[in-house]
């Protein structure tokens, strides 16, 4: 059944009025609605409430506050209170609760670790979310459900372990196939009946922190899968639930982090109505990173996100916490909406008195009143969005650059075993993720299954792992006129984790013209030089390939070791397209240089050059175009040439300013 859209743009965010008593609560709306606060997400905690002992329900609190807040014509965010599970739980059932990497079965306590694969979980959480729709299903004011609450975590537990051998028959349906593709006869690896499989975890086949350091890589990336696909069965046994009682109402889950290593949102993105996020940049994040965020948020599904969480203030939780400065919270929340949010929420609505969270900001703090800084800013955007919201909900932006981030290459990547330990996939990603943003070229975080046609550039750093079809998906794209940029340690693996043999990058070798024969370590404090051939001196760290060109040309070499004079960087003309291949890790200021031959030779757009401001544009179902000018910094910054004429300002409904100020945020349209 096709899904209702939200029906307006959201804001709000969590709000736990079951830690306080009833008679506040109607305050509490007074507040909010001073600031146009128009949705409360609520029930994300509340299991132990819900079921004090197992079979016993009391949902007589939760129905006075969807009473509550529905009468005050709030839209709710309902969520089903599956990731905080009660302590009687762990009691009766200890199966319920995750092994951990170490071994170790947890206690009572904590949130977000239940096992996925208990089947005491699963019975109790089916039989809550089953209460909770039945109940609420016919409130109007649902707008969306949220299921659990930010799944992530791993277990390894002996009920994990039974159902990942079922997993891997689905996989690789005999033990031959399955010790091929493991290429277990290494170190007598090979397994001689389905049960003598064991997980990966400290004491067996893995070592060093979680996820990092492995032996038998294909079983550890296998792991990961199973676990992401584990949780995601959880995911849609709830949203199955739901469903039955709810069918046309919006269900997501929220995601979260930088991005989580441990789920696969982009496999979890098919069973999302709408993606979810919930957004903690730490203080000394570059800004681009939390764009490449929501620009992968709203990739994952082509459609505007849900802002699920972020902080008003100060978070509680990072080594050091500062106030967002005067103006900051308003430019970082309409930073996601410049890449594609439709909602702008809050954990949390209230500051909690005790546990946890206590110190996390909120919307009406400890001190309980509106004449603080943080309220009267929060007041401001929600007048701001009364305005803009409705204009800008469901526009896009209409992206020519696709850069491919896979979970699959995320795990692999980081499991190899040599070259260099200073393998990490994100900050690769993030080095070419800036360029394009510093250029304001709107940039799709796309998958390896995305669609590549529609791009004119599509950026593909250390694409370590090609699954099958991916060889063809690309040197297609490419004949046909597409282009195509990747790096070292691309193509070198299949989807078990196995070298391609006949030289690198392996299925690249025929697009890119190229193959490499050796890769060199670039030791931490040293750098190779490279010199394109117009002069320009650059820069590699980390790695540096040792390429043979078949029929691409160099464009850069090395000028430093004893591969001085061979390629270092090279240029493929591959039927219609051309591909770029990049053998190192370049500084900032080096891939500056090479990113603007390859956006000088394709012609890519930018929204505003010269300048320090972000610029991102949104374009309606009528074609309006919104320009999103966001001054991330400290410092004023002048308005870019491209706005001086023309434009409007929607927030103020005047002409742009000439000079924005610290973390002014303009959204412009003629
Ligand atoms: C996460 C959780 C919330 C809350 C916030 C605090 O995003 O989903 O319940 O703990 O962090 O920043
Ligand atoms: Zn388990």
Redesign the pocket.
């Known amino acids: 059944m096709k899904k209702k859209d939200l029906p307006q743009f959201l804001y709000g965010g969590?709000y736990n009025p079951e830690q306080w008593p009833e008679d506040t609560w109607s305050d509490d709306i007074k507040v909010f609605k001073q600031a146009e606060i128009n949705s409360a997400t609520i029930n994300?905690?509340s299991w132990a409430l819900l079921e004090p002992q197992e079979g016993e329900y009391d949902f007589s609190q939760l129905d006075k506050i969807v009473k509550t807040l529905s009468d005050a014509d709030f839209d709710i965010v309902m969520a089903t209170s599956t990731a905080a599970m009660p302590a009687w739980m762990f009691k009766k059932y200890p199966d319920v609760a995750r092994v951990d990497y170490q071994g170790r079965r947890h206690v009572f306590g904590a949130r977000h670790n239940f096992c996925p694969s208990s089947k005491n979980y699963q019975r109790l959480a089916s039989d809550l979310v089953t209460r909770i729709a039945k109940r609420y299903c016919d409130n109007p004011h649902i707008v969306a459900w949220h299921v659990n609450?930010?799944y992530g975590g791993n277990c390894y537990c002996d009920a994990c372990a039974k159902e990942f051998r079922q997993w891997l028959k689905g996989r690789y349906h005999t033990l031959d196939q399955l010790n091929q593709a493991w290429n277990m006869n290494v170190w007598s690896h090979t397994i001689h009946d389905w049960d003598e499989i064991v997980v990966p975890n400290e004491l067996g086949d893995a070592w060093g922190p979680e996820g990092t350091e492995t032996i038998v890589a294909g079983l550890s990336v296998d792991y990961l899968r199973f676990q992401s696909d584990q949780l995601l069965n959880l995911y849609q046994m709830e949203k199955q639930i739901i469903e039955q009682y709810s069918p046309d109402i919006p269900v997501t889950t929220?995601f979260?982090s930088l991005p989580n290593k441990m789920i696969d949102y982009q496999k979890w993105a098919k069973s999302q109505d709408i993606i979810s996020y919930?957004s903690?940049p730490a203080y000394d994040m570059p800004t681009y990173h939390p764009a490449f965020l929501y620009d992968m948020m709203r990739t994952l599904k082509q459609q505007p996100f849900m802002l699920m969480?972020s902080?008003p203030s100060q978070?509680?939780?990072q080594p050091y916490s500062p106030l967002k400065r005067p103006g900051q919270m308003r430019a970082t929340e309409l930073q996601a909406v410049a890449h594609g949010a439709d909602t702008v929420q809050f954990?949390?609505l209230k500051q909690a008195l005790g546990g946890s969270?206590k110190y996390?900001g909120a919307v009406i703090s400890h001190y309980g009143r509106t004449d603080t800084r943080a309220f009267q800013e929060v007041e401001r955007l929600g007048h701001d969005l009364r305005k803009v919201g409705p204009t800008i909900k469901g526009s896009m932006p209409n992206a020519k650059v696709g850069l491919i981030f896979d979970w699959s290459n995320f795990w692999s990547f980081e499991y190899v075993d040599g070259i260099t330990h200073d393998l990490q996939y994100l900050p690769i990603i993030l080095d070419y993720y800036r360029q394009f943003y510093e250029r304001n070229i709107p940039t799709d975080v796309i998958s390896v299954d995305d669609d590549f046609s529609k791009y004119d550039l599509v950026v593909a750093p250390v694409l370590y792992m090609v699954k099958p079809g991916l060889e063809e998906k690309i040197t297609d794209y490419v004949a046909q006129g597409g282009h195509l940029l990747t790096t070292f340690m691309s193509g070198m693996v299949d989807a078990s984790d196995n070298i391609y043999p006949g030289g690198y990058p392996g299925p690249l070798k025929q697009v890119t013209g190229i193959w490499v024969e050796e890769s060199d370590a670039i030791l931490p404090d040293q750098d190779v030089k490279i010199a394109l051939t117009g002069g320009q001196q650059l820069s590699g760290h980390l790695m540096a390939d040792l390429i043979h060109l078949e029929s691409a040309k160099t464009i850069a070499k090395y000028a430093s070791e004893f591969y001085a004079g061979t390629p270092a960087i090279t240029e493929n003309k591959y039927g219609q397209g051309k591909a770029w291949y990049v053998g190192s890790r370049l500084d900032h200021d080096s891939l500056h240089k090479v990113i603007s031959m390859v956006v000088d030779d394709l012609s890519l757009a930018s929204l505003a050059q010269n300048t320090n401001l972000e610029v991102t544009r949104r374009v309606t179902a009528d074609g309006k175009e919104l320009y999103f000018v966001l001054n991330m910094s400290n410092d004023s910054q002048p308005l870019p040439d491209e706005f001086k004429e023309g434009y409007y300002d929607l927030l103020t409904g005047q002409s742009p300013k000439e000079v924005l100020s610290a973390w002014d945020v303009e959204i412009l349209a003629k």
């Open positions: 969590d994300v905690f609450n930010e929220n979260h919930d903690y969480e902080t978070v509680n939780w954990f949390q969270e996390h």
